[in-house]
């Protein structure tokens, strides 16, 4: 089992900057020597929608279109604790930031995702 723990979300305005954490405790490398973690984030009525992933070990990291340039995920193996740096935010970025780990393979799709966070919510002012 792995526990995931979100923190740092809040209210924000436009243009302002955020680092959410998630502090990870269990068993975190799946059976395969590997794991995926991965940020995700969702509003009301819509899918759960993929922000960010990175693989241990290789340090492999993907981005969604959408945060591409303004979020950076990066981990802190000592702490056992993923990071995601938001920057110039936006009204759109506003939802639930949900934390995920994936024993089976790098995915973007929330399915893939063994054990999930509680969310931390994220408010962008216009």
């Known amino acids: 089992q792995v526990q995931l723990q979100e923190s740092g979300g809040r209210l924000v305005q436009t243009g302002g900057s955020l680092r959410l954490s998630c502090a990870a405790s269990?068993?975190?490398?799946?059976?395969?020597?590997?794991?995926?973690m991965g940020w995700f984030r969702q509003v009301p009525g819509k899918e759960r929608e993929f922000v960010a992933a990175i693989t241990w070990p290789g340090g492999h990291i993907e981005y969604a279109n959408s945060v591409k340039g303004r979020f950076t995920i990066s981990r802190d193996n000592t702490k056992n604790t993923l990071y995601l740096q938001m920057n110039t935010l936006e009204p759109g970025d506003t939802a639930v930031y949900y934390c995920?780990?994936?024993?089976?393979?790098?995915?973007?799709?929330?399915?893939?995702?063994?054990?999930w966070g509680q969310g931390t919510q994220v408010t962008v002012s216009s």
């Open positions: 269990g068993r975190i490398i799946g059976s395969h020597g590997s794991y995926v």
């Open positions: 995920a780990v994936a024993h089976h393979g790098f995915s973007t799709v929330s399915p893939a995702y063994d054990y």
